[in-house]
Each structure stands twice: as C-alpha cells, then as structure tokens.
C-alpha cells in the first residue's frame, strides 16, 4: 500500500469507482482543486517576499535621485550614535524575521498542498501577520487623517509640501 493510497483511506476516499462512491470522488476532486489554490498561494506568499526584499532597495535608489536637501527650517534632533546603531540593528532584526517567517509561511503552504507536510502553525502565522498588516494600514490611514492628507478632496501647498518630502508644486 503506497503512502498516498494510505492518506486516501484515513481521509474516507478510494480509488475505486463506483456508483456508491460518486460523492468521495466529487470530494476528492475538491480536495485536490483546494491544494492546487494552496501551492498557488504559497508561491504568490514566497514571490510577494522576494518583492519585500527588493523593493526598499529601489525606494531608496529612487529617493537618492530624486530627493533635494531639506529646507533650512527643519531641524533634526541630534541622537547618540550608540542610539541609532540600537535602532539600526532592531529594524534589522524584526525584518529579517519577518522575511524568514513569510518564507516559512509560503513554503509550508507548498509542501501542505503537495501532502508532505502535516500541521497547520504556518496558518497561525499567516494570521498574526494579516493582523499586524491589517495594524499597520490602519495606523497608516489615522496618520493620513491627522496630517489632513486624507479625508479632503484639495491638498493645500504646504500639505502638499511635507507629503513630497520639502518640494512645492
């Protein structure tokens, strides 16, 4: 008996056709349709990560070019160099682990919908991390609000100005 046709019985199905079994096999039709969707999904979770990588890389060759010195009314706060490097290394930190476990999310999703992979913590994990999206847009959102970019249909010069990083249009 292969390791397929013994996951098969412990989940109800058979091989076999026949006209009592006409429900199993609609059944296992599904079944085999929902861990197509989940290989997909994973991937897109797998791609989507890869994009993560690489798109703070080109915002920042984008901001390099585009971005004029700040205006002479702006002042930034001096912070001790040991400050920054503390920082520096805990965004470094919570970003890798956060790219570690979207790839563990994407491939564990892949290897479910090949059947190699029993256990579903991956999906708790794809759940804690829509909820800190879901978060983060909406703490995202209540700062547009409170800057008065969002909510009205004009934006004023100046709002224009602090939006587009000191450039006037």
Request: glycine share 10%.
């Amino acid at each position: 008996m292969t390791a397929q046709s013994i996951q098969r019985k412990r989940a109800g199905f058979h091989s076999r056709s026949s006209a009592g079994n006409m429900g199993g096999e609609k059944m296992e039709t599904e079944l085999r349709r929902w861990r197509s969707n989940l290989g997909s999904l994973g991937s897109g979770v797998i791609v989507f990560t890869v994009w993560e990588l690489i798109r703070p890389i080109l915002i920042s060759l984008l901001v390099q070019k585009t971005s004029n010195p700040a205006p002479a009314a702006v002042t930034v706060p001096e912070l001790s160099p040991a400050l920054v490097i503390i920082v520096i290394i805990a965004v470094l930190v919570l970003a890798i682990l956060n790219i570690l476990l979207r790839f563990h999310i994407g491939r564990a999703a892949r290897a479910e919908a090949a059947g190699k992979r029993k256990g579903s913590a991956y999906v708790v994990f794809a759940f804690l991390i829509f909820g800190f999206q879901t978060i983060g847009f909406l703490i995202t959102v209540v700062q547009l609000f409170r800057l008065g970019l969002m909510g009205n249909s004009v934006l004023r010069a100046d709002q224009y100005s602090a939006c587009a990083g000191g450039q006037t249009v």
